[in-house]
């Protein structure tokens, strides 16, 4: 299992505009790309005084549906136009770690 994490830095102010264009715009095309091998996605967001943070971990079986999803270039990070003005600053590239292990309760 590969874990395919991004970070993007917004403004207080524009904060909501951009979780609203997660949920109605950016998950959904993700998802109906009904890609072999996705598992899953998580956002999560963090306000600091200046910024709130929101990273997103999405789950896949292997590199290969990775590469599925990105192509080629799967370590460049693809932010859709619509969604650019909205952020002060993003990770141009993507990490993506193994998972070596995951317990739930």
């Not at 996605?41 to 005084?49: F, N, P």
């Not at 990775?66 to 080629?72: D, M, S, T």
């Not at 590239?93 to 292990?101: G, K, L």
Request: proline share 4%.
């Amino acid at each position: 299992m590969v874990a395919r994490i991004w970070h993007g830095w917004t403004s207080p102010e524009n904060a909501e505009a951009y979780e609203q264009l997660l949920r109605t715009f950016v998950i959904p095309s993700i998802e109906s790309m009904t890609l072999k091998g996705y598992h899953k996605i998580c956002v999560m967001k963090r306000s600091t005084d200046n910024e709130v943070e929101f990273t997103t971990v999405m789950k896949f079986r292997d590199m290969e549906a990775v590469k599925k999803f990105a192509g080629e270039e799967y370590t460049k990070a693809y932010v859709p136009g619509k969604v650019k003005p909205l952020l002060k600053r993003f990770d141009e590239s993507v990490a993506h770690y193994e998972i070596i292990d995951e317990i739930e309760y």
